[in-house]
């Protein structure tokens, strides 16, 4: 292959690699910023989903932080610690197996639902309403649970209301 020949083809090949390279960005000059991709939002869980998460729990949560995932405030201190009400309040009852959960919102609006759990315990049926409450953040939190059959409710088992007006909403 003669020099010309080769010298060609150098330059050719050259001309090609400098077409695959960024150009040449000066030391002053601002590098340009890659578009940032946006991460999936998350779908907001709604009050169905809450509860439904709540039953899914191996237990029932004792820990603040925990607690904290599913109810409002006022019922943390209540629910959280050892000593806690004693039962569980998703069974209303000690313990136990449950079967054919349903859960279901009856009334729901801007800034509060009404959400009860329809299942199965030692081959009765039971019910549990649940009251819950929108975040400013969009989040929906536990503000009480009442049993349907038996006359107990979360709020006054915790003492939750003990130092709110008696007028005023729950606090979320």
């Known amino acids: 292959m003669s020099v010309r020949v080769r010298f060609a083809f150098l330059a050719a090949l050259l001309a090609v690699a400098a077409c695959d390279r960024p150009e040449r960005i000066e030391a002053n000059e601002a590098v340009p910023a890659a578009e940032p991709v946006p991460a999936p939002a998350p779908e907001a869980m709604t009050p169905e989903d809450l509860v439904q998460a709540l039953y899914m729990e191996p237990q029932i949560p004792t820990a603040a932080p925990h607690v904290r995932l599913y109810f ?7 629910l959280s610690g050892e000593e806690g009400i004693g039962f569980d309040y998703r069974l209303d009852a000690q313990d136990g197996a449950i079967d054919e959960l349903v859960v279901e919102e009856l009334a729901a ?13 030692a081959g009765r049926p039971v019910s549990m309403a649940y009251d819950l409450c929108r975040r400013d953040n969009g989040e929906w939190r536990i503000i009480n649970v009442r049993s349907v059959q038996n006359d107990w ?4 088992l915790t003492g939750a209301d003990a130092d709110e007006d008696a007028s005023s909403q729950p606090a979320c």
């Open 109 to 121: 609006g801007p800034d509060g639902s009404s959400v009860v759990a329809r299942f199965d315990r």
């Open 72 to 78: 409002a405030e006022p019922l943390v201190d209540g």
């Open 153 to 156: 409710n979360l709020r006054d």
